[in-house]
Structure formats: structure tokens, C-alpha cells
């Protein structure tokens, strides 16, 4: 799964700052800001509420299949359930496999990470996988013992190696640091005698110790712009989990989960494995892509999604940790074979284990005519050199033609309209969508914001599934052409902040992605009505 590198974001206690923080914040943008009129609404949306007022009153549309390959989907939650997937071939609960494509009762989609005994929820890195396959062999290896036809394998595992240990080091430390951070401040709240307590609670209290005077300072500065919850819930306790899931499970060679699944992970040509449990253990993240993409529209609940007469098809492929090559093979051929014409991919890593049996899947969906949404990743880096697995370029050359990497835009039309999170690439990257403070759909029929390219993609999926409802004659490589050439271009000058050495650059937003542009609903829909012609 798309992870954010939070590194950088915790500090050695506590006479630091945690102003650092703050990028993870959620700042106060309207509800489905994301569907806005730059003009109109002086927000940078993709124009949906414009596009359906002004282009799409009183038109037809046929229903679009869009699978959505992640952790899974909440199938019940109020502004999602009307629209999910149903395989009409199959018949609930009786346990067999009625339309015979090897998946028991596969009614809303499949879960390529359980079996009978349960399901995935933590996985490790690709980057661990690989070095504890090659430890076997290279474990106890040195350069002088190597035979030269196993030296350039020897050579990555060393350099793999290097990395983990680097990285398990700063994810130890990270936990240290936001354990000391959560006990400070859980030690003050304490005293107060307050679970939740206001700036006025925190402004009244009387510290009697450094580490409680540095901590009144912070959360009398956050809670200025946001609840306790907020600021604790959503950026402290989710610092403190995601550093300690990084030392038990990400980043743990003694960690392996895959024996609950039943296959063989090594036989990437596997295909008949999982279960229908298509929620998983932990749905947030999937519920809330496929909220964006289409959560009923105006029907007083929650949210609106971007198109308006689609099916979700919910294919389970993304732990909490790396999704194997596998899996994602699979879920696209799955997908592909029952009907979806948009899939949508909020999920990457930086290693890959099979990248050839991934590539085998995506040319499948290209041949069938499918759009493939993905997401560009969160780490702030530029994509024409670091790596992103899956990509649309094939390892024995040629490129998926309808395939759509998406980069994270925020709402104002100025230097901050690159998300500071959003990788970024001027030929590997293909355009910008909103993906900051996103208002969608999580487990429980309830609503949350969350930032990333993870939001952003699904802004792109919507709208290639609703060109293709409303004109479903133009072909996967088409809508494609449609959403680059329709972009709004940004012209302005943006900051791009360097994370490692805090030092910032501007350039123009040109350079972040083939269109220099974000996605919009409106000028597409009118391209979409004039292409043929």
C-alpha cells in the first residue's frame, strides 16, 4: 500500500518542535471540494457539479463496472452499498461456483489475501521479501566466495540488505520517538483529567516540568486550528501506529503472514486462491477510493462521488504493507474477466518481485479495451528516477496505451498546488488531481478526510468511468487522450521541498507531469461530445 515516509516528521523528544507535523493535518476545505469550479467556486476542482448541470442534464448513460484493487471495500455503508458489483451469475452462500471461473461465490468482487482461515491485514515490505529470499543463499556470502554468475544477484541482495537495515533503524527510531511524544502528552491529559481537552483546558494548565511546558507549547498551537482528536488521533497516535506496524510487521524477516492464504507465493502463475470476504480485516482505505469515485450522488448523505452510474467491483489485493506481484496480476485478469472497464490502482511500492507476470496482466486488460488508474505515490520524489512498481512500462519494452498515473493536487490556484506529499515526473507522471483533505467514505457508514495520491487517483478513475457511461463507444486509449488533452493547465510556479535536507526549489509545474495539468470533468465532457467528429 502507498505508504508515507513519516521519518522526517518526528523528532528526539521533546525540546523539539512538532510543528513538523503539520502536513498531515487536515485543513478546513469544503466537502467534495475536489468536484469544484476553479472560476465558480475559486477552488481548483475538476468542474464535475458543472459538467453535470451544464453538459449531462437529460442525457443517457449505461452502467460502468470499476473494480477498485486495495484492501477492501465496506459493501454495506450507506452511500456505497446501492452501487456495488453483484455478479448475477453467481447465488449467494451456497458455496458453489456457479458461473464456473474458479472463485466460490464471488458476489461483489474476490479477496486475493485470505482463504477459508481468514484473512491478511499486515504484510512486510517487497524490500523485506526479497532480502530474506536471498539470504538463504547470500546470508553468510562475501564477494571473494561468490561465483561470478551469482555476483550481480550477490551485489542487489548486499544493497537490498543495506536499505532494510537502514530502514528498520529509522522506523526504531521513529517508534521511539513518537512513543516518548504519545506518553507526554498522554501523562498531561491525565492530569487534567480530560480525555478530550480544549485550548482553553490546555491554556489553563500549570506545568510543572520542561517536557510539560514543550508539550502545553504544541498542543496549545495545534489546537488553535483543530480538536484534540484531530491532532492526537490523527497524527500522533497514527505516527506512533505506523512506525510500530513498520518494526513488527513491515520491516520484520521473521514476519510472514502468507501461510493464512494457502498458496504457494513463489508460483506467480497461480490463479485460484482467496476467499469472497471482500472488506477484509481493514476496509478505511479502499472504502474511501471507491467514495470518490462513486458515492451516490445527491442523495443526502455523506458525500458525492464523481460518476453517477457505475458498479464498484471490489478485489482485495492490498495488505497493510506491500501487495505481491501476484496478487495484482491476478485481481487485474479478475477484474478484467468480469466486466470491469475501469480499474483503479491507489497502491505502489518501490521493489517488485515478478514485474514481468504484472505486465502479462496489464497487456491483458489493454487488449480488453480497459482504462488502468494509478496512483503516482506519496514520498515527494520524482518518478523519472525513483522507482514505482506497478508501472505501465513493460519490462521487455512498450507501454500500457491506456494506462493513467495520477499525481496529488491541493485547492488553491498557487505555489501550493502540488500536494508536498505527491511524487511528480515530467514523462512518468501523467496528470494532477485533487488529493488533499479528501472527504470520503470509511467503514461504518461514516466519512473522513485523507490526503494522498491515493485520493487523487480515483478522482481520474471517476472520471474516465463516467466519459466512458455517458459515451461508451470510445474505446480504453481514447478516454485516455481525452482526460490529457482536457486538462486546466497550471501556469504558476511551484515549491517542491526536499524532505531529506529541508531545502526547497521552484519550478514550473510543467515539469511535473506530461500534461502540466489537473484533470477536468468539464472540458473533457465536452471533448468527449466533439472526438468522434
Not at 502536513?23 to 472560476?39: E, R, T, V
Not at 452462500?93 to 481468514?118: P, R, V
Not at 487485474?332 to 468480469?338: E, K, Q
Amino acid at each position: 500500500m502507498i505508504k508515507k515516509n513519516l521519518s522526517n516528521f518526528s523528532s528526539r523528544i521533546l525540546g523539539m518542535s512538532l510543528l513538523a507535523i503539520i502536513p498531515f493535518m487536515s485543513f478546513a476545505q469544503k466537502s467534495n471540494w475536489q468536484n469544484l469550479d476553479l472560476k465558480a467556486d475559486s477552488t481548483f476542482g475538476i468542474s464535475t457539479e458543472r459538467a453535470y448541470n451544464e453538459l449531462l442534464k437529460g442525457k443517457k448513460s449505461t452502467k460502468v463496472i470499476v473494480a477498485v484493487l486495495d484492501g477492501g471495500v465496506d459493501i454495506n455503508h450507506e452511500d456505497l452499498k446501492s452501487i456495488i458489483w453483484i455478479n448475477k451469475k453467481e447465488k449467494v452462500g451456497n458455496g458453489k461456483d456457479d458461473d464456473k471461473n474458479g472463485y466460490t461465490d464471488d458476489i461483489n468482487g474476490w479477496n486475493f489475501l485470505g482463504s477459508a482461515k481468514g484473512s491478511i491485514n499486515y504484510e512486510t515490505l517487497e524490500l523485506t521479501r526479497l532480502v530474506r529470499r536471498d539470504s538463504a543463499k547470500f546470508g553468510k556470502a562475501d564477494a571473494t566466495s561468490v561465483q561470478a554468475s551469482d555476483l550481480t544477484a550477490f551485489e542487489a541482495y548486499q544493497k537490498n540488505k543495506a536499505e532494510l537495515d537502514k530502514e528498520l533503524v529509522e522506523a526504531k527510531e521513529g517508534l521511539e520517538n513518537y512513543s516518548a511524544i504519545k506518553s507526554a502528552i498522554d501523562d498531561l491529559v491525565k492530569k487534567l483529567g480530560k480525555d478530550k481537552p480544549t485550548l482553553e483546558d490546555i491554556e489553563g494548565f500549570k506545568p510543572t516540568s520542561d517536557i510539560e511546558t514543550n508539550v502545553q507549547r504544541v498542543l496549545s498551537q495545534q489546537l488553535k486550528n483543530a480538536t484534540f482528536d484531530e491532532f492526537y488521533t490523527d497524527q500522533i497516535l497514527a505516527g506512533y501506529e505506523h512506525f510500530k506496524s513498520q518494526v513488527d510487521y513491515n520491516l520484520n524477516l521473521d514476519y510472514d503472514p502468507r501461510s493464512i492464504v494457502g498458496d504457494d507465493p513463489n508460483n506467480s502463475k497461480e490463479k485460484f486462491y482467496g476467499n469472497n470476504d471482500v472488506a477484509g480485516p481493514d476496509a478505511r482505505h479502499g472504502s474511501h477510493v471507491a467514495g470518490i469515485i462513486g458515492a451516490v450522488r445527491k442523495n443526502n448523505l455523506g458525500i458525492d462521488g464523481v460518476a453517477d452510474n457505475i458498479a464498484i467491483m471490489a478485489v482485495r489485493s492490498t495488505p497493510n504493507g506491500d501487495e505481491r506481484d501476484k496478487d495484482v496480476a491476478n485481481s487485474i485478469r479478475y477484474a478484467v474477466d468480469n466486466g470491469a472497464k475501469v480499474i483503479n490502482m491507489s497502491f505502489g511500492k518501490s521493489y517488485s518481485w515478478d514485474k514481468a507476470i504484472v505486465d502479462d496482466a496489464v497487456k491483458y486488460a489493454v487488449s480488453k479495451d480497459v482504462v488502468i488508474v494509478h496512483a503516482a505515490g506519496n514520498d515527494n520524489e520524482n518518478l523519472e528516477v525513483a522507482n514505482n512498481f506497478p508501472n505501465p512500462n513493460y519490462e521487455k519494452g512498450g507501454t500500457a496505451a491506456s494506462w493513467i498515473t495520477v499525481g496529488a493536487s491541493g485547492p488553491k490556484n498557487d505555489e501550493t498546488i502540488k500536494a508536498s506529499f505527491s511524487n511528480y515526473g515530467k514523462n512518468t507522471v501523467d496528470v494532477f488531481a485533487p488529493g488533499v483533505d479528501i472527504n470520503s467514505t470509511i467503514p461504518g457508514s461514516k466519512y473522513e478526510k485523507l490526503n494522498g495520491t491515493s485520493m487523487a487517483s480515483p478522482v481520474v478513475a471517476g472520471l474516465a468511468a463516467l466519459i466512458r457511461s455517458y459515451y461508451p463507444k470510445l474505446t480504453a486509449v481514447e478516454v485516455k487522450d481525452i482526460i490529457m488533452k482536457s486538462v486546466v493547465k497550471v501556469e504558476q510556479s511551484v515549491i517542491i521541498k526536499d524532505e531529506n535536507d529541508d531545502t526547497s526549489k521552484t519550478v514550473p509545474f510543467a515539469d511535473l507531469c506530461v500534461t502540466g495539468g489537473i484533470v477536468n470533468a468539464y472540458n473533457a465532457l465536452k471533448l468527449a461530445s466533439e472526438y468522434k467528429k
